[in-house]
């Protein structure tokens, strides 16, 4: 991990730790209905404050914790055009296969480019300290994946070009 980015991902992993104390809370409209409060926000008093931690303008993460489920929405940084295609197209990529992913919602929340939703049944099933571990190691993968895109789109554009000029070379 950057030493740049430890602190950013120190705090997300500190506060996902203490927004992630969910139970088992049924629908108070509907009977016998569990759905997310995070996702319907049918009662105020069940959803608590969303925190948005910022890394630059672009680089960011929205926590919206409730009674029994969190939504992550994360913003990936996108210095210049090619970072923002290849941003678009991963995110696209990863969200056709969200449902190998589990809690990868198919759709993000608008302005963010990759949303998780986590709820109670989750923590069930998972480790709560193993959770927070895979999001924290994704948002460090997505950025150097891109990363990594972004420079063999470089040099491939190099090679074209080069092949091309050889076209117009004086004999």
Not at 146 to 161: D, E, F, L, S
């Amino acid at each position: 991990m950057a030493n740049t980015l430890k602190p950013y991902l120190d705090c997300i992993s500190h506060t996902l730790e203490a927004s992630m104390c969910l139970r088992n809370f049924p629908s108070q409209v509907v009977e016998r209905h569990n759905k997310p409060e995070v996702e319907m926000r049918e009662s105020k008093e069940l959803c608590l404050n969303s925190l948005k931690i910022c890394r630059t303008e672009q680089e960011k993460c929205l926590i919206e914790p409730s009674v029994n489920s969190v939504r992550i929405s994360i913003g990936i940084k996108q210095s210049d055009d090619i970072e923002e295609l290849l941003t678009h197209k991963f995110a696209r990529f990863l969200e056709q296969r969200a449902e190998q992913f589990i809690i990868l919602r198919r759709k993000p929340l608008e302005g963010y480019d990759l949303s998780f939703l986590v709820t109670h049944e989750h923590l069930e099933e998972m480790w709560k300290h193993k959770l927070i571990a895979f999001i924290i190691r994704f948002m460090e993968e997505i950025d150097r994946e891109i990363n990594g895109m972004k420079i063999a789109v470089n040099t491939r554009a190099r090679v074209v070009a080069q092949e091309y000029m050889k076209a117009f070379k004086p004999l």
